[in-house]
Protein backbone atom coordinates (compact mmCIF):
# COMPACT_ATOMS: atom_id res chain seq x y z
CA UNK A 1 0.00 0.00 0.00
CA UNK A 2 1.62 3.48 -0.86
CA UNK A 3 1.89 6.02 1.73
CA UNK A 4 -0.21 8.52 -0.74
CA UNK A 5 -2.95 6.39 -0.67
CA UNK A 6 -2.71 6.06 3.21
CA UNK A 7 -2.82 9.68 3.88
CA UNK A 8 -5.17 10.18 1.59
CA UNK A 9 -7.16 7.85 3.05
CA UNK A 10 -6.24 9.34 6.54
CA UNK A 11 -7.52 12.81 4.79
CA UNK A 12 -10.66 11.11 3.94
CA UNK A 13 -11.83 9.93 7.06
CA UNK A 14 -10.83 12.91 8.85
CA UNK A 15 -12.90 14.85 6.56
CA UNK A 16 -15.66 12.84 7.25
CA UNK A 17 -15.64 11.78 3.39
CA UNK A 18 -14.05 8.24 3.95
CA UNK A 19 -15.74 4.87 2.54
CA UNK A 20 -15.73 1.68 4.03
CA UNK A 21 -12.62 0.97 2.20
CA UNK A 22 -10.63 3.72 3.04
CA UNK A 23 -11.83 3.60 6.68
CA UNK A 24 -10.43 -0.05 7.09
CA UNK A 25 -7.26 0.80 5.04
CA UNK A 26 -6.97 3.47 8.23
CA UNK A 27 -7.94 1.02 10.91
CA UNK A 28 -5.07 -1.62 9.67
CA UNK A 29 -2.27 1.08 9.74
CA UNK A 30 -3.21 2.84 13.11
CA UNK A 31 -1.05 1.04 15.00
CA UNK A 32 2.20 2.09 13.15
CA UNK A 33 3.58 4.82 14.46
CA UNK A 34 4.30 6.91 11.50
CA UNK A 35 0.93 6.98 10.38
CA UNK A 36 -0.08 7.89 13.57
CA UNK A 37 2.51 11.34 13.60
CA UNK A 38 0.49 11.69 10.34
CA UNK A 39 -2.80 11.48 11.60
CA UNK A 40 -1.72 14.12 14.69
CA UNK A 41 -0.40 16.33 12.72
CA UNK A 42 -3.42 16.61 10.09
CA UNK A 43 -5.51 16.77 13.20
CA UNK A 44 -3.27 19.69 14.39
CA UNK A 45 -3.29 21.59 10.53
CA UNK A 46 -6.87 20.70 10.81
CA UNK A 47 -7.56 22.59 14.07
CA UNK A 48 -5.59 25.17 12.80
CA UNK A 49 -7.17 25.63 9.73
CA UNK A 50 -10.77 25.75 12.02
CA UNK A 51 -9.35 28.13 14.82
CA UNK A 52 -9.78 25.89 17.33
CA UNK A 53 -6.13 24.45 18.03
CA UNK A 54 -6.21 23.71 22.31
CA UNK A 55 -3.97 20.64 22.39
CA UNK A 56 -1.17 19.87 20.13
CA UNK A 57 0.17 16.19 19.69
CA UNK A 58 -2.25 15.31 22.27
CA UNK A 59 -2.44 11.48 21.24
CA UNK A 60 -6.27 9.93 22.40
CA UNK A 61 -5.68 6.75 20.70
CA UNK A 62 -2.60 5.27 22.57
CA UNK A 63 -4.01 7.38 25.85
CA UNK A 64 -7.27 4.86 24.99
CA UNK A 65 -5.38 1.88 24.42
CA UNK A 66 -2.79 2.45 27.43
CA UNK A 67 -6.01 3.31 30.01
CA UNK A 68 -7.87 0.07 28.40
CA UNK A 69 -4.73 -2.29 28.55
CA UNK A 70 -4.62 -1.57 32.40
CA UNK A 71 -8.78 -1.84 33.00
CA UNK A 72 -9.68 -5.57 33.69
CA UNK A 73 -11.87 -7.16 31.13
CA UNK A 74 -15.37 -6.57 32.23
CA UNK A 75 -17.77 -9.16 32.96
CA UNK A 76 -20.20 -9.87 29.86
CA UNK A 77 -23.02 -7.27 30.71
CA UNK A 78 -27.11 -8.94 30.71
CA UNK A 79 -27.97 -6.03 29.27
CA UNK A 80 -29.71 -8.06 26.84
CA UNK A 81 -33.17 -7.80 28.03
CA UNK A 82 -32.68 -3.74 28.02
CA UNK A 83 -31.33 -3.49 24.85
CA UNK A 84 -34.10 -5.88 23.63
CA UNK A 85 -36.91 -3.85 25.61
CA UNK A 86 -35.21 -0.38 23.88
CA UNK A 87 -35.39 -1.85 21.05
CA UNK A 88 -39.34 -2.91 21.17
CA UNK A 89 -39.72 0.60 22.22
CA UNK A 90 -38.10 2.15 19.12
CA UNK A 91 -40.19 -0.03 17.17
CA UNK A 92 -43.52 -0.08 19.03
CA UNK A 93 -42.92 4.17 18.86
CA UNK A 94 -42.40 3.90 15.00
CA UNK A 95 -45.58 1.68 14.07
CA UNK A 96 -47.49 3.78 16.64
CA UNK A 97 -45.85 7.41 14.71
CA UNK A 98 -46.75 5.00 11.34
CA UNK A 99 -50.45 4.16 12.47
CA UNK A 100 -50.80 7.66 13.13
CA UNK A 101 -49.52 8.80 10.23
CA UNK A 102 -51.66 6.60 8.43
CA UNK A 103 -54.80 8.02 10.05
CA UNK A 104 -53.98 11.71 9.58
CA UNK A 105 -53.32 11.11 6.11
CA UNK A 106 -56.74 9.25 5.50
CA UNK A 107 -57.99 12.31 7.67
CA UNK A 108 -56.69 14.89 5.45
CA UNK A 109 -58.02 12.54 2.36
CA UNK A 110 -61.50 12.27 3.41
CA UNK A 111 -61.55 15.48 4.90
CA UNK A 112 -60.44 16.59 0.99
CA UNK A 113 -62.84 14.35 -0.57
CA UNK A 114 -66.13 16.06 1.51
CA UNK A 115 -64.96 18.96 0.95
CA UNK A 116 -64.43 17.82 -3.28
CA UNK A 117 -68.63 16.73 -2.28
CA UNK A 118 -69.78 19.78 -0.28
CA UNK A 119 -68.82 21.70 -3.18
CA UNK A 120 -71.33 21.42 -5.77
CA UNK A 121 -73.67 20.65 -3.18
CA UNK A 122 -73.27 24.66 -2.40
CA UNK A 123 -74.27 25.12 -5.79
CA UNK A 124 -77.99 24.09 -5.56
CA UNK A 125 -78.05 20.52 -7.08
CA UNK A 126 -78.51 19.13 -3.38
CA UNK A 127 -78.47 20.66 -0.02
CA UNK A 128 -76.70 18.42 2.59
CA UNK A 129 -78.12 19.62 6.16
CA UNK A 130 -78.17 19.04 9.32
CA UNK A 131 -79.89 21.07 12.24
CA UNK A 132 -81.49 20.29 15.11
CA UNK A 133 -82.54 22.10 18.38
CA UNK A 134 -79.76 22.04 21.12
CA UNK A 135 -79.46 18.95 22.77
CA UNK A 136 -76.67 18.63 25.84
CA UNK A 137 -74.57 21.61 26.90
CA UNK A 138 -71.19 21.33 24.89
CA UNK A 139 -72.20 19.74 21.33
CA UNK A 140 -72.09 22.77 18.73
CA UNK A 141 -74.72 23.49 16.83
CA UNK A 142 -72.61 26.50 15.19
CA UNK A 143 -71.72 25.06 11.85
CA UNK A 144 -75.20 24.80 10.36
CA UNK A 145 -75.47 23.84 6.87
CA UNK A 146 -77.08 26.09 4.74
CA UNK A 147 -80.69 25.84 3.27
CA UNK A 148 -83.93 24.14 4.93
CA UNK A 149 -85.00 21.46 3.06
CA UNK A 150 -88.58 20.74 3.65
CA UNK A 151 -89.46 17.45 5.51
CA UNK A 152 -86.63 15.94 3.65
CA UNK A 153 -88.33 16.15 0.50
CA UNK A 154 -85.53 16.13 -2.58
CA UNK A 155 -85.88 19.30 -3.68
CA UNK A 156 -84.71 20.33 -7.28
CA UNK A 157 -83.71 16.82 -8.20
CA UNK A 158 -85.39 15.53 -11.60
CA UNK A 159 -85.82 12.70 -13.79
CA UNK A 160 -84.45 9.79 -12.87
CA UNK A 161 -83.67 10.87 -9.45
CA UNK A 162 -87.38 11.64 -8.72
CA UNK A 163 -87.93 8.15 -9.84
CA UNK A 164 -85.32 6.27 -8.23
CA UNK A 165 -84.42 8.04 -5.31
CA UNK A 166 -87.57 7.68 -3.06
CA UNK A 167 -87.74 4.25 -3.26
CA UNK A 168 -83.97 3.23 -2.92
CA UNK A 169 -84.47 5.39 0.40
CA UNK A 170 -87.99 2.93 1.06
CA UNK A 171 -86.03 0.20 0.65
CA UNK A 172 -83.06 0.53 2.72
CA UNK A 173 -85.01 2.01 5.49
CA UNK A 174 -87.67 -1.50 5.23
CA UNK A 175 -84.91 -3.89 4.94
CA UNK A 176 -83.04 -2.04 7.89
CA UNK A 177 -85.86 -1.87 9.88
CA UNK A 178 -86.59 -5.94 8.89
CA UNK A 179 -82.90 -6.55 10.42
CA UNK A 180 -82.70 -4.23 12.78
CA UNK A 181 -80.19 -4.39 15.84
CA UNK A 182 -82.47 -2.14 17.84
CA UNK A 183 -85.81 -2.41 17.43
CA UNK A 184 -87.71 0.84 16.90
CA UNK A 185 -85.52 2.87 15.76
CA UNK A 186 -85.26 1.58 11.80
CA UNK A 187 -88.55 1.23 12.00
CA UNK A 188 -89.01 5.50 13.23
CA UNK A 189 -86.72 6.25 10.10
CA UNK A 190 -88.83 4.10 7.78
CA UNK A 191 -91.65 5.63 9.09
CA UNK A 192 -90.24 9.14 9.21
CA UNK A 193 -89.63 8.69 5.31
CA UNK A 194 -93.30 8.22 4.54
CA UNK A 195 -94.32 11.86 5.82
CA UNK A 196 -94.57 13.93 3.19
CA UNK B 1 -30.96 -13.55 12.33
CA UNK B 2 -31.35 -10.62 10.23
CA UNK B 3 -35.27 -10.85 10.77
CA UNK B 4 -34.50 -10.81 14.27
CA UNK B 5 -34.74 -6.88 14.71
CA UNK B 6 -38.21 -7.29 12.65
CA UNK B 7 -39.86 -9.35 15.57
CA UNK B 8 -40.58 -6.15 17.93
CA UNK B 9 -41.44 -4.32 15.31
CA UNK B 10 -44.45 -6.97 14.74
CA UNK B 11 -44.52 -7.44 18.16
CA UNK B 12 -45.10 -3.83 18.39
CA UNK B 13 -47.89 -2.99 15.73
CA UNK B 14 -49.48 -5.97 17.66
CA UNK B 15 -49.67 -4.51 20.63
CA UNK B 16 -50.97 -1.48 19.86
CA UNK B 17 -54.30 -3.20 18.92
CA UNK B 18 -55.42 -4.05 22.55
CA UNK B 19 -54.03 -1.14 24.19
CA UNK B 20 -56.61 0.81 21.09
CA UNK B 21 -59.32 -1.40 22.94
CA UNK B 22 -58.80 -0.31 25.90
CA UNK B 23 -60.26 3.07 25.20
CA UNK B 24 -64.09 1.97 26.17
CA UNK B 25 -64.69 1.36 29.31
CA UNK B 26 -66.38 -1.83 30.53
CA UNK B 27 -69.30 -0.11 32.27
CA UNK B 28 -70.66 0.84 28.93
CA UNK B 29 -69.75 -3.01 27.85
CA UNK B 30 -71.80 -4.01 30.59
CA UNK B 31 -74.53 -1.47 30.11
CA UNK B 32 -74.90 -2.20 25.91
CA UNK B 33 -75.10 -6.07 26.74
CA UNK B 34 -77.72 -5.14 29.38
CA UNK B 35 -79.37 -3.31 26.38
CA UNK B 36 -78.98 -6.02 24.02
CA UNK B 37 -80.65 -8.10 26.79
CA UNK B 38 -83.44 -5.84 27.75
CA UNK B 39 -84.67 -6.20 24.07
CA UNK B 40 -84.96 -9.96 24.47
CA UNK B 41 -86.42 -10.07 28.25
CA UNK B 42 -88.60 -6.83 29.43
CA UNK B 43 -92.16 -6.08 28.20
CA UNK B 44 -92.75 -2.44 28.01
CA UNK B 45 -95.28 0.02 26.61
CA UNK B 46 -94.56 3.74 26.09
CA UNK B 47 -94.68 6.44 23.54
CA UNK B 48 -91.60 7.77 21.94
CA UNK B 49 -90.96 10.96 19.70
CA UNK B 50 -88.69 10.51 16.34
CA UNK B 51 -87.27 13.83 14.98
CA UNK B 52 -84.74 14.25 12.25
CA UNK B 53 -84.09 17.54 10.16
CA UNK B 54 -87.88 19.19 9.84
CA UNK B 55 -89.59 15.75 10.46
CA UNK B 56 -91.29 14.98 13.83
CA UNK B 57 -93.24 12.34 14.37
CA UNK B 58 -95.00 10.94 17.66
CA UNK B 59 -95.41 6.27 17.80
CA UNK B 60 -96.26 4.17 20.39
CA UNK B 61 -94.59 0.99 20.83
CA UNK B 62 -95.84 -2.01 22.70
CA UNK B 63 -93.37 -4.82 23.70
CA UNK B 64 -94.26 -8.46 25.10
CA UNK B 65 -91.86 -10.89 26.43
CA UNK B 66 -93.41 -14.31 26.66
CA UNK B 67 -92.46 -17.30 26.83
CA UNK B 68 -89.11 -16.71 25.48
CA UNK B 69 -91.53 -15.24 22.49
CA UNK B 70 -91.03 -11.31 21.66
CA UNK B 71 -93.91 -9.70 20.40
CA UNK B 72 -93.81 -5.93 19.02
CA UNK B 73 -96.44 -3.53 17.70
CA UNK B 74 -95.68 -0.08 16.73
CA UNK B 75 -97.98 2.40 15.68
CA UNK B 76 -97.61 5.91 14.33
CA UNK B 77 -99.53 8.86 16.12
CA UNK B 78 -99.14 11.26 13.66
CA UNK B 79 -99.97 11.78 10.52
CA UNK B 80 -100.32 9.00 8.35
CA UNK B 81 -100.76 5.69 10.81
CA UNK B 82 -98.33 4.36 9.76
CA UNK B 83 -98.15 -0.01 12.08
CA UNK B 84 -95.63 -2.83 12.03
CA UNK B 85 -96.27 -5.87 13.95
CA UNK B 86 -93.15 -8.67 14.34
CA UNK B 87 -93.22 -11.98 16.00
CA UNK B 88 -89.65 -12.91 17.06
CA UNK B 89 -88.08 -10.76 15.02
CA UNK B 90 -90.06 -11.32 11.39
CA UNK B 91 -92.15 -9.11 10.55
CA UNK B 92 -95.82 -10.19 10.53
CA UNK B 93 -97.31 -6.96 8.54
CA UNK B 94 -96.80 -3.34 7.97
CA UNK B 95 -99.07 -0.94 6.49
CA UNK B 96 -98.23 1.61 3.24
CA UNK B 97 -96.53 0.83 0.41
CA UNK B 98 -93.44 -2.06 0.86
CA UNK B 99 -90.88 -2.19 -1.85
CA UNK B 100 -91.45 -5.27 -3.74
CA UNK B 101 -89.13 -7.53 -2.81
CA UNK B 102 -88.46 -6.12 0.25
CA UNK B 103 -89.49 -9.46 2.62
CA UNK B 104 -88.50 -11.55 5.84
CA UNK B 105 -85.73 -13.73 4.80
CA UNK B 106 -84.76 -17.35 7.14
CA UNK B 107 -81.60 -15.85 8.62
CA UNK B 108 -83.68 -12.36 8.87
CA UNK B 109 -83.97 -12.92 12.86
CA UNK B 110 -83.31 -10.04 14.88
CA UNK B 111 -79.05 -9.26 15.01
CA UNK B 112 -78.39 -8.18 18.81
CA UNK B 113 -75.97 -5.35 19.73
CA UNK B 114 -72.31 -7.12 20.38
CA UNK B 115 -70.12 -4.17 22.50
CA UNK B 116 -67.13 -6.60 21.52
CA UNK B 117 -67.50 -6.12 17.78
CA UNK B 118 -69.02 -2.64 18.02
CA UNK B 119 -65.81 -2.26 20.55
CA UNK B 120 -63.31 -2.05 17.43
CA UNK B 121 -65.04 0.70 15.59
CA UNK B 122 -66.04 2.67 17.82
CA UNK B 123 -64.59 3.82 21.58
CA UNK B 124 -67.68 2.87 24.45
CA UNK B 125 -67.96 5.15 27.27
CA UNK B 126 -69.78 6.74 30.04
CA UNK B 127 -70.87 9.97 29.99
CA UNK B 128 -72.82 10.36 33.10
CA UNK B 129 -76.20 10.49 34.03
CA UNK B 130 -79.69 12.04 32.39
CA UNK B 131 -83.14 11.62 33.18
CA UNK B 132 -85.53 11.03 30.32
CA UNK B 133 -89.48 9.76 30.41
CA UNK B 134 -89.48 10.76 34.68
CA UNK B 135 -86.97 8.01 34.73
CA UNK B 136 -83.18 7.73 36.01
CA UNK B 137 -81.16 7.22 32.99
CA UNK B 138 -76.96 6.53 31.99
CA UNK B 139 -75.52 7.92 29.12
CA UNK B 140 -73.58 5.80 27.15
CA UNK B 141 -71.55 6.84 24.28
CA UNK B 142 -70.59 5.28 21.11
CA UNK B 143 -67.36 7.95 19.66
CA UNK B 144 -66.22 6.41 16.21
CA UNK B 145 -62.54 5.64 15.94
CA UNK B 146 -62.37 6.80 12.10
CA UNK B 147 -64.19 9.30 10.06
CA UNK B 148 -66.45 6.33 8.72
CA UNK B 149 -69.32 6.73 11.43
CA UNK B 150 -71.22 8.54 12.84
CA UNK B 151 -71.27 8.93 16.67
CA UNK B 152 -74.22 7.71 18.84
CA UNK B 153 -75.29 8.72 22.22
CA UNK B 154 -77.54 6.10 23.80
CA UNK B 155 -79.61 7.21 27.56
CA UNK B 156 -80.23 3.74 28.90
CA UNK B 157 -82.70 3.39 31.68
CA UNK B 158 -80.93 2.43 35.04
CA UNK B 159 -83.60 -0.07 36.23
CA UNK B 160 -83.91 -1.97 32.81
CA UNK B 161 -81.45 -1.19 30.26
CA UNK B 162 -83.90 0.07 27.58
CA UNK B 163 -82.91 2.87 25.55
CA UNK B 164 -84.62 5.70 26.20
CA UNK B 165 -82.76 7.91 23.91
CA UNK B 166 -80.71 7.82 20.92
CA UNK B 167 -78.66 10.86 19.54
CA UNK B 168 -76.72 10.35 16.50
CA UNK B 169 -74.18 13.10 16.11
CA UNK B 170 -72.00 14.21 12.93
CA UNK B 171 -68.51 14.97 13.70
CA UNK B 172 -68.53 18.46 14.23
CA UNK B 173 -71.03 17.44 17.01
CA UNK B 174 -74.50 18.19 14.95
CA UNK B 175 -77.72 16.15 15.96
CA UNK B 176 -78.90 14.23 13.05
CA UNK B 177 -81.58 12.34 14.25
CA UNK B 178 -83.17 12.04 17.52
CA UNK B 179 -85.38 9.27 19.26
CA UNK B 180 -87.01 9.70 22.44
CA UNK B 181 -89.19 7.92 24.88
CA UNK B 182 -91.71 10.53 26.53
CA UNK B 183 -93.80 8.07 28.59
CA UNK B 184 -92.71 4.38 29.19
CA UNK B 185 -94.32 2.14 31.83
CA UNK B 186 -92.38 -1.19 32.13
CA UNK B 187 -94.42 -2.82 35.05
CA UNK B 188 -97.36 -4.01 33.37
CA UNK B 189 -97.27 -5.89 30.06
CA UNK B 190 -99.23 -5.64 26.39
CA UNK B 191 -102.67 -7.48 26.44
CA UNK B 192 -103.44 -9.45 23.23
CA UNK B 193 -105.60 -6.85 22.51
CA UNK B 194 -103.12 -3.94 21.91
CA UNK B 195 -100.61 -5.93 20.48
CA UNK B 196 -103.07 -7.09 17.45
CA UNK B 197 -102.80 -5.52 14.19
CA UNK B 198 -105.62 -3.04 12.97
CA UNK B 199 -106.89 -3.63 9.63
CA UNK B 200 -104.51 -1.46 6.97
CA UNK B 201 -101.73 -3.60 8.17
CA UNK B 202 -100.96 -5.98 5.39
CA UNK B 203 -99.04 -9.01 5.70
CA UNK B 204 -95.35 -9.93 4.87
CA UNK B 205 -94.72 -12.21 2.55
CA UNK B 206 -92.11 -15.18 4.61
CA UNK B 207 -89.61 -15.87 1.67
CA UNK B 208 -87.75 -19.41 1.52
CA UNK B 209 -84.28 -19.66 1.12
CA UNK B 210 -84.38 -20.98 -2.77
CA UNK B 211 -86.71 -17.59 -3.49
CA UNK B 212 -84.25 -15.10 -2.41
CA UNK B 213 -81.81 -14.29 -4.98
CA UNK B 214 -78.23 -13.27 -3.40
CA UNK B 215 -76.92 -10.20 -6.27
CA UNK B 216 -74.02 -11.77 -6.68
CA UNK B 217 -72.86 -9.49 -9.86
CA UNK B 218 -71.76 -7.01 -7.85
CA UNK B 219 -68.35 -6.27 -5.80
CA UNK B 220 -66.90 -3.43 -4.10
CA UNK B 221 -63.11 -2.69 -4.05
CA UNK B 222 -63.10 -0.94 -1.13
CA UNK B 223 -65.59 -0.52 1.98
CA UNK B 224 -65.05 0.92 5.11
CA UNK B 225 -63.59 -0.97 7.61
CA UNK B 226 -65.93 -3.77 10.29
CA UNK B 227 -68.47 -3.30 7.66
CA UNK B 228 -69.76 -6.68 6.60
CA UNK B 229 -72.41 -8.02 3.92
CA UNK B 230 -75.30 -8.69 5.79
CA UNK B 231 -78.19 -9.31 2.84
CA UNK B 232 -78.22 -9.22 -0.95
CA UNK B 233 -80.58 -9.27 -3.58
CA UNK B 234 -81.78 -8.79 -6.91
CA UNK B 235 -85.42 -7.25 -7.66
CA UNK B 236 -87.16 -6.39 -10.72
CA UNK B 237 -88.39 -2.72 -10.59
CA UNK B 238 -92.39 -2.36 -11.41
CA UNK B 239 -91.78 1.32 -13.22
CA UNK B 240 -88.57 0.28 -15.14
CA UNK B 241 -88.60 -3.23 -15.53
CA UNK B 242 -85.02 -2.81 -14.57
CA UNK B 243 -82.64 -6.02 -12.43
CA UNK B 244 -82.31 -3.86 -9.27
CA UNK B 245 -78.89 -5.54 -7.43
CA UNK B 246 -79.29 -4.32 -3.61
CA UNK B 247 -76.15 -4.91 -1.50
CA UNK B 248 -76.99 -4.34 2.55
CA UNK B 249 -73.77 -3.54 4.97
CA UNK B 250 -73.45 -3.27 8.49
CA UNK B 251 -70.67 -2.77 11.53
CA UNK B 252 -72.97 -4.01 14.39
CA UNK B 253 -74.76 -0.85 14.57
CA UNK B 254 -74.43 1.67 11.29
CA UNK B 255 -76.07 0.06 8.01
CA UNK B 256 -76.02 1.27 4.52
CA UNK B 257 -76.90 -0.07 1.28
CA UNK B 258 -75.79 -0.05 -2.23
CA UNK B 259 -77.87 -0.13 -5.28
CA UNK B 260 -77.07 -0.98 -8.88
CA UNK B 261 -79.52 -0.36 -12.00
CA UNK B 262 -78.53 -0.05 -15.38
CA UNK B 263 -79.19 3.59 -17.12
CA UNK B 264 -81.59 3.58 -20.43
CA UNK B 265 -81.29 6.93 -21.27
CA UNK B 266 -78.36 7.99 -19.72
CA UNK B 267 -79.28 11.25 -18.82
CA UNK B 268 -78.84 11.27 -15.06
CA UNK B 269 -76.70 13.34 -13.21
CA UNK B 270 -74.49 12.27 -10.04
CA UNK B 271 -75.86 13.80 -6.86
CA UNK B 272 -75.21 13.72 -3.19
CA UNK B 273 -77.87 14.34 -0.59
CA UNK B 274 -78.43 14.17 3.19
CA UNK B 275 -82.07 13.35 4.55
CA UNK B 276 -80.69 13.82 8.29
CA UNK B 277 -79.07 10.55 9.11
CA UNK B 278 -79.43 9.19 5.77
CA UNK B 279 -77.48 10.31 2.71
CA UNK B 280 -78.04 9.30 -0.73
CA UNK B 281 -74.87 9.29 -3.49
CA UNK B 282 -75.69 8.08 -6.65
CA UNK B 283 -72.37 7.84 -9.32
CA UNK B 284 -72.43 6.53 -12.96
CA UNK B 285 -70.55 3.40 -13.64
CA UNK B 286 -69.28 2.16 -16.78
CA UNK B 287 -69.39 -1.60 -17.51
CA UNK B 288 -68.74 -3.81 -20.71
CA UNK B 289 -72.75 -4.50 -19.91
CA UNK B 290 -73.47 -0.17 -19.93
CA UNK B 291 -73.64 2.51 -18.21
CA UNK B 292 -75.25 1.34 -14.90
CA UNK B 293 -75.95 3.74 -11.84
CA UNK B 294 -74.33 2.98 -8.53
CA UNK B 295 -76.39 4.55 -5.31
CA UNK B 296 -74.95 4.36 -1.90
CA UNK B 297 -77.83 4.81 0.85
CA UNK B 298 -77.53 4.68 4.24
CA UNK B 299 -76.50 6.26 8.03
CA UNK B 300 -72.68 6.97 7.24
CA UNK B 301 -70.65 9.94 6.24
CA UNK B 302 -71.44 11.55 2.84
CA UNK B 303 -67.48 10.91 1.73
CA UNK B 304 -67.44 7.58 3.05
CA UNK B 305 -70.85 7.05 0.82
CA UNK B 306 -69.01 8.56 -2.11
CA UNK B 307 -66.02 6.16 -1.19
CA UNK B 308 -67.49 3.45 -1.88
CA UNK B 309 -69.87 4.54 -4.62
CA UNK B 310 -66.54 5.38 -6.65
CA UNK B 311 -65.54 1.79 -5.29
CA UNK B 312 -67.98 -0.75 -6.86
CA UNK B 313 -66.94 -2.65 -9.45
CA UNK B 314 -69.02 -5.39 -11.64
CA UNK B 315 -68.01 -8.76 -11.00
CA UNK B 316 -66.72 -10.85 -13.77
CA UNK B 317 -68.23 -14.07 -15.26
CA UNK B 318 -64.63 -15.97 -14.35
CA UNK B 319 -64.85 -14.81 -10.92
CA UNK B 320 -68.07 -16.01 -10.65
CA UNK B 321 -67.26 -19.51 -11.35
Redesign the interface.
Known sequence: MSREALQESLSAVMDNEADELELRRVLNAVDDPETRATWSRYQVARAAMHKELVLPRLDIASAVSAALADEAAPAKVSRGPWR?LG??A???????AV?AGV?LY??DE??G??LA?QQ??QQG?????????A??A????N??QPG?????V?QG?T???D???P???????????????????P?????????R | MRAL?LI??L???W??VPALAANSSPQASDWLKRLAQA?QQQSYQGT?V??????F?T?D?W?RVQDGKVS?R?L?LD??A?E?V?VDGH?QC?S????P????TPE?A????DPLRLMSWYDLGVAGKSRVADREAVIVTLTPR??HRYAF?LHLDRQTGL?LK??M??D????????QFTRLDTRDAPSDDQLKASDICKPVAQLTAQAAQPATGWRSDWLPPGFEL??SSVRK?P??KNAVS?L?F?D??A???V?V?A?D?G???D??????????V?RRLTTPKGEM?V?V??EI????A??IALSMRAQDAQAKK
Do not use: C
Not at chain 1, 148 to 152: K, V
Not at chain 2, 271 to 280: C, D, E, F, K, S
Open positions: SRLVAASVTVLRNQISAQAPALSLPQAQGPVLGYSEAEPMANGLQGWHQRLGYLRQHAQEAALKGTESALYARAASLEN | PPLLGGLTEFYERNGSSHIHELQGSQVRTVGALVGVANAARVLDQEPSLLDGGRLLERFINDQSSMDGLRFSFELKTAAIRTQLGPTVASMTVGPIGTER
